[in-house]
RNA sequence: CGGAAUGUAGCUCAGGUGGUAGAGCGCACGGUUCGGGACCGUGAGGUCGCAGGUUCGAGUCCUGUCAUUCCGACCA
């Protein structure tokens, strides 16, 4: 049997076998998460927390970079909160989890555990903003929120999750609108340039947009099995919620306006997201920018050789060290290298370095590459260097494979029929015209269960009818099954 | 929230027609090993998801409940 072949880890089902299975497999075996005695909650397990907060740092960084401060709101919300704008409370009441008795006494109003805090950050900054002076204001909060969702899935849906949320209030609904697109173009310059993940950007359709925004825009992210999940959203929100809230301030005309607000988000949805586009059958692949180890050196040989072998495999680990490159040594004399090899690939690292007898005589590791499996000698000399070069070339190299599967899965479709063809067969993303009536994409999901994810930015073609009902078609949009 | 399936050791699972709980892997200790999950020996580990019921007796039968997975309706 060709080494690639092997199964090295058992106990995990084959993606090809079954993609579901495979997710949670990993996820455990990995020790990313467990589940919690909760229904729809999981504990995200340390190697997975540590992953989300190398997110949150390279992202709020970011945020800061453009003039943002965090702040922390309550968990709470009266429910006279979420009444205030009808849309909003029509969109998030059925996930709600209602605080009704507290202290041993019946609560003189409900409060509800958040969903997300337009609401709460509407009714603070109403009291907040009274000049132009005030604008723009420009918070963000890392939170957890909860949404009692019907079908839950570790990472990607559960009851309870981690994200952060921007809130922002501006004096112009231009401020407004470029605030909006300036933290969608951060999320994708994250997701992509960090996360190795290709996105495609775009509007939501109205019936996927968030309830009480004006406008979501989002990026679109597409999993190994074919289906689009999304990774971040930004919400134009207008003046809904100043209205609702009452979130005026006086202008230079001395004339009191509503400000214009926008709201803007990511998960802890990402960390699934980063199983979905790279892992493979052996387990985690994490892109070297992301990993919080990016090499493992493994010294190999028996009691005799081995004191040598390790003097030797410690140089290159303190040189690696002070090259900055985040390097673990695993000189464990009590487990096999092979139970190494499959552990540490199970957990994604990008690089393994090999160091044994032979290759002391040769002056010489062995590296192994987590992303495509070679494997290849490396003189001892030089291989600092040779590391940082290849660090650099798996994040390029996971980011094009995952592009590459992006663009081979997605298609354009003329007509409906085309369209469901398309989905059933190869999944992915499917371009199409659609007029702009709400039942003709609705059309589109009860033909396939594929539900329109976008109205790209930049189509690669421009569809000249609607797929549904055949009319000229206003936008071209993206469908696809999603998570 | 509907339909289906599952729940026995840390993990994977076995336990006809009811009779008082097993294996492999893992774990602990000792020794031998070390280039793709090494080997030998000894040992620890179980309210059989939970609650009722039937029975002299329930892992096994009945009812309920909780959780997980998959498929649908709703969603970061």
Excluded at 100 to 116: K, S, Y
Excluded at 295 to 304: E, L
Excluded at 362 to 371: E, H, L
Aim: with cysteine; net charge negative.
């Amino acid at each position: 049997m060709a080494k690639q072949d092997k199964q090295f880890v058992k106990e995990i089902t084959p993606q090809s076998e079954d993609f579901s299975r495979w997710y949670i497999d990993v996820l455990q075996k990995a020790e990313w998460m467990d589940y919690a005695p909760v229904r729809g909650c999981i504990v995200i397990r340390p190697d997975a927390y540590e992953i989300w907060e190398r997110c949150q740092r390279e992202l709020d960084r970011e945020f800061k970079r453009t003039g943002h401060r965090n702040a922390y709101f309550p968990l709470f919300i009266p429910e006279s909160f979420f009444e205030k704008e009808k849309e909003h409370v029509e969109g998030f009441n059925p996930e709600l989890p209602w605080v009704t008795e507290a202290g041993g006494d019946i609560l003189e109003e409900r409060l509800a555990v958040r969903p997300t805090s337009e609401t709460m950050f509407g009714h603070m900054y109403a009291q907040w903003i009274q000049s132009y002076r005030d604008l723009p204001l420009l918070l963000n909060q890392w939170a957890n929120v909860v949404r009692w969702e019907k079908r839950t899935l570790p990472f990607l849906r559960t009851s309870e999750f981690l994200w952060q949320e921007g809130h922002t209030a501006h004096a112009t609904e231009e401020e407004a609108r470029e605030e909006t697109m300036r933290m969608l173009g951060i999320y994708a310059d994250f997701v992509e340039s960090f996360l190795a993940i290709p996105v495609i950007r775009g509007q939501k359709t109205p019936s996927e947009k968030f309830a009480g925004a004006v406008e979501t825009y989002t990026i679109e992210s597409l999993m190994k099995d074919g289906r689009a999940l999304q990774t971040a959203t930004s919400h134009y929100l207008g003046q809904n919620f100043a209205k609702s809230f009452e979130i005026q301030y006086l202008d230079r005309d001395n004339q009191l306006k509503y400000v214009y607000t926008t709201s803007w988000g990511m998960s802890t949805r990402i960390l699934g997201a980063i199983v979905m586009v790279h892992g493979d059958d052996r387990g985690l692949v994490l892109p070297p920018k992301l990993a919080p180890t990016q090499v493992v050196i493994v010294p190999i040989g028996p009691a005799k050789a081995r004191e040598a072998v390790v003097a030797k495999a410690r140089d290159l680990f303190e040189a690696l060290q002070r090259a900055g490159v985040r390097v673990h040594m695993d000189d464990r004399d009590d487990v096999s290298p092979g139970w190494k090899f499959n552990e540490y690939e199970l957990r994604g690292v990008p690089i393994r370095i090999e160091i044994g007898p032979r290759d002391l005589e040769a002056s010489q590791a062995m590296f192994a590459r987590r992303d495509t499996g070679e494997k290849f000698a490396v003189p001892l000399d030089g291989a600092v260097e040779r590391v940082q070069a290849l660090l650099s070339d798996i994040q390029r190299d996971m980011f094009d494979a995952a592009k590459r599967r992006l663009e081979e899965n997605s298609h354009v479709a003329e007509s409906l029929q085309q369209l469901v063809d398309l989905i059933q067969t190869k999944r992915g993303f499917v371009l199409a015209g659609w007029c702009g009536d709400e039942a003709c994409e609705r059309a589109v999901k009860d033909a396939c269960t594929a539900t329109s994810r976008c109205i790209p930015f930049h189509p690669p073609a421009h569809p000249e009818t609607c797929v549904t009902c055949g009319k000229p078609a206003k936008h071209a949009v993206w469908f696809a099954k999603s998570y």
